[in-house]
């Protein structure tokens, strides 16, 4: 029977304690394929302005299309003929719809930033905490002091 060192048995410990603390979300694990997040998740403000940027295009799109969608309802309004009461119908259930969507994307612009610049400050405030944590508690040297050099 092989007796293993203490230092040895505890360093194997902590290796294997330190393997298993790490917090990744499955989601943001690589894809073999090259696709999906790094291995890190990180919160950056250019992606947040981004996403916002880019619902706020939706909205200019969206509101484009109503336009021109009104345009095209003017010359529809025939009275008496069924097909134009039912395309009259469907096209006020589209613009309500539609002016809907515009109003949510507008109200999510804002959000989107805040929670961006949120999740940034955040990140920079928890690595701020364990530095001063790091610096104030440092590890124990190894068991055995300082080895001389050998």
Do not use: H
């Not at 039912?86 to 999510?108: F, I, M």
């Not at 590890?139 to 080895?147: K, R």
């Amino acid at each position: 029977m092989s007796m293993t060192s203490f230092d040895a048995e505890w360093a194997g410990l902590k290796q294997g304690t330190a393997a298993g603390t790490e917090m990744r979300l499955a989601s943001a694990a690589p894809d073999p394929g090259g696709g999906g997040g790094s291995e890190d998740l990180k919160s950056d403000m250019a992606v947040w302005k981004k996403g916002s940027e880019d619902v706020g295009e939706l909205v200019t799109a969206i509101k484009k299309a109503l336009t021109e969608f009104e345009s095209g309802q003017k010359g529809a309004a025939v009275t008496g003929v069924e097909s134009a009461t039912a395309q009259g119908e469907l096209y006020t259930s589209w613009k309500t719809y539609l002016d809907s969507l515009v109003g949510k994307c507008t109200t999510l612009q804002g959000p989107m930033i805040s929670a961006g610049k949120g999740q940034v400050s955040n990140d920079e405030t928890m690595r701020g905490e364990f530095a001063r944590m790091s610096a104030t508690y440092k590890d124990t040297p190894a068991t055995g002091g300082n080895n001389g050099g050998r």
